[in-house]
């Protein structure tokens, strides 16, 4: 089971970490947007293929480290078709590294659409007798406000095809409170998505414990995110706001079970642009990185006492 | 000016109508998607030059008909690479028909993520020192659960490019109230959305006195529909759930102010797969049942001292 095997990569690898794979052209190392540009001009193409050189040497560099890694596919979107063709082939390539692959669309819909959603990014479409993977992700983030409807649609693909849900919680950017924070008797609207979340995760069990059914929590709101652990013990948290957006280790400590498990902290700049500030070739940097994260992360979780590790 | 453009084409088309371009293979005329099959066998490419052929038809029998129309991403999405091709080449197609181009991809996200959807579907991407469009519309739906992060994003866009938003408030689903209806204060989470929506709205108007941001509301409400017409009263109306999701012409009155105007009602599978039913062919019941639809809606706001055509 999914749940089962990202439990037992983290521990195996002592990395609950996910790397963010956010490409921003501007961002990238010159030499590789230079090289394609040289071959194919200031193109979507020359874009998708630096793009995908760009993520297979990150893949390659932090593979044997991490257990997942999540491309945002709005940085591939804005690159039209040739973009998508670039998220398409970062999935497929960190698949067959070994990594799980969460995809990061945040989609939300009505009950028919979210199905079409489902079916694109966990599931397999319907061309007359044949079945096709449209795009190929293990995770999908999904919106919560237009109800269960939305998270009923793509259920279905989680329990056929193994997969799993992250439902946004509460998010790390500013202005998460505007809407997430609102009162409503004696809770916040985070709280009652976070008793969705449980409705939805008692579905699906693995043996290690947690569910396929999860929760983004940002790690700029440590206090929600103590709290929100509480209230869904069994729930992986996807944990983004690490690094260039402002949470350290300490910050997502009550993201993690007493177990020192459950918890997913995603860093996406702060890894794959790691050689901006290091002055290092960029896969050197990320993999230093990402150690460095590693080491900070699991040593404020043996200072908390929650040692996941043998 | 983008909302005045529509609000122009509804009175002299005497038509606050848009067509949800929503397709489904298994619901494509037979003769359209076994030619494909026929030439490129079961796949991808086979499905995208059905739905390109069929949205098409459907535009060239709708366009003098209606303002706009709505291509729902999702569905393009699941056939993949070359389900987004058809996507791309359907807004490119009905905007060469001089139609307004509503995309329905629901997009919403921390501020640097909604950016490059902003860019995707709105503005340009840059490349080198080159710019391209990824994906033209002219307007995208947006959901406010992460707040106003998003809409500052998008918001460039609207500006540099004359472009506008329909932030979700009140959808037409029935799991909407979930977290949409909840209580705060002595208001619902939507009522909320819709101070957002009314903050957005005040910083770009047009000489018709509607603005660039909208509000998405379902027909599936009629009273909330009704209420938030009065808390909004500038806003253009994007209201989902006419037709296939059980909304009439009566439950669609709210949506429209006092002059008529104000309102632009979707129906998708009630118009594009209308042949299913009429027993003709698939342009020609497309054509009868927007006729149908504009009839049914004007009749109403005519009863209802709503006349908004000269």
Chains 1, 2 share one sequence.
Not at 76 to 97: D, I, M, N
Not at 136 to 163: Q, S
Not at 182 to 209: H, S
Not at 241 to 265: H, I, P, R, S, T
């Amino acid at each position: 089971m999914l749940s089962d095997k990202l439990i037992k990569m983290i521990i195996e690898k002592r990395s609950p970490i996910v790397v963010g794979l956010d490409p921003r052209l501007e961002n990238l190392p010159k030499e590789i947007v230079e090289k394609h540009f040289l071959e194919d001009g200031e193109t979507f193409k020359a874009a998708a293929e630096s793009i995908i050189e760009f993520n297979k040497g990150i893949i390659d560099a932090v593979y044997d480290l991490v257990p997942a890694v999540k491309p945002q596919i709005a940085f591939y979107e804005q690159y039209g078709l040739e973009g998508l063709r670039a998220y398409q082939e970062t999935c497929v390539y960190a698949k067959s590294k070994g990594l799980i692959v969460v995809a990061d669309i945040k989609r939300g819909d009505i009950g028919s659409t979210s199905k079409a959603y489902s079916i694109a990014h966990l599931g397999k479409t319907k061309i007359g007798n044949s079945y096709h993977s449209a795009f190929e992700a293990d995770f999908a983030t999904v919106n919560p406000y237009l109800g269960d409807d939305c998270m009923k649609e793509f259920m279905e693909e989680v329990m056929a095809y193994d997969k799993g849900l992250f439902i946004l919680v509460k998010t790390s950017n500013e202005t998460s409170g505007q809407i997430q924070d609102l009162q409503v008797d004696k809770e916040k609207v985070y709280e009652k998505v976070a008793e969705i979340v449980n409705t939805w995760n008692e579905k699906i069990y693995g043996e290690m414990g947690y569910s396929q059914i999860g929760a983004v929590v940002g790690a700029t709101y440590p206090e929600e995110l103590e709290l929100l652990r509480k209230k869904m013990p069994k729930a992986i948290f996807l944990v983004p706001g690490y690094g260039a957006q402002g949470g350290g280790a300490n910050d997502v400590l009550g993201a993690f079970n007493a177990d020192g498990l459950g918890a997913l902290v995603n860093s996406s700049r702060g890894i794959i642009f790691a050689f901006e500030k290091m002055g290092l070739h960029y896969q050197e940097a990320a993999r230093k990185a990402t150690l460095e994260m590693q080491t900070a992360i699991n040593d404020a979780l043996e200072k908390a006492g929650k040692k996941y590790w043998i």
